[in-house]
Nanobody, 127 residues
Framework: QLQFVESGGGLVQPGGSLRLSCTAS????????IGWFRQAPGKEYEGISC????????YTADSVKGRFTISRDSAKNTVYLHMNSLKPEDTAVYHC????????????????????WGQGTQVTVSS
């Protein structure tokens, strides 16, 4: 069973920044396309970012474009979501997931498109 651990969430003021981390036990993240998706209270899942395993290509949702970026640190077996200029509407539980498909398939999609995903980390943007 593949296990993810998301971390780095918390309470931040509007305009602030956070860096979320996605790590895994017993497998190598580089072997999978890794995506981040979120769920705000009372709303559907929203796929916001993705990085492909094969060529490192990325996907970023329009709602976070220019503010969020995704990156890999292979040495640490970690994928990051760098979040800047946070807005109250970014408040949600953020999850990472692993897929054997490319970002062209799973980018922008929710957990049903990923083979494995974690329990998530809460991000709250509020003054």
């Amino acid at each position: 069973q593949l296990q993810f651990v998301e971390s780095g969430g918390g309470l931040v003021q509007p305009g602030g920044s956070l860096r979320l981390s996605c790590t895994a036990s017993r497998f190598t993240l580089d072997d999978y396309t890794i995506g981040w998706f979120r769920q705000a209270p009372g709303k559907e899942y929203e796929g916001i970012s993705c990085i492909s395993s094969m060529d490192g290509s990325t996907y970023t949702a329009d709602s976070v474009k220019g503010r969020f970026t995704i990156s890999r640190d292979s040495a640490k077996n970690t994928v990051y979501l760098h979040m800047n200029s946070l807005k109250p509407e970014d408040t949600a539980v953020y999850h990472c997931g692993a897929s054997e498909s490319d970002c062209s398939v799973v980018g922008g999609k929710g957990p049903a498109w990923y083979e494995y995903w974690g329990q998530g980390t809460q991000v709250t943007v509020s003054s």
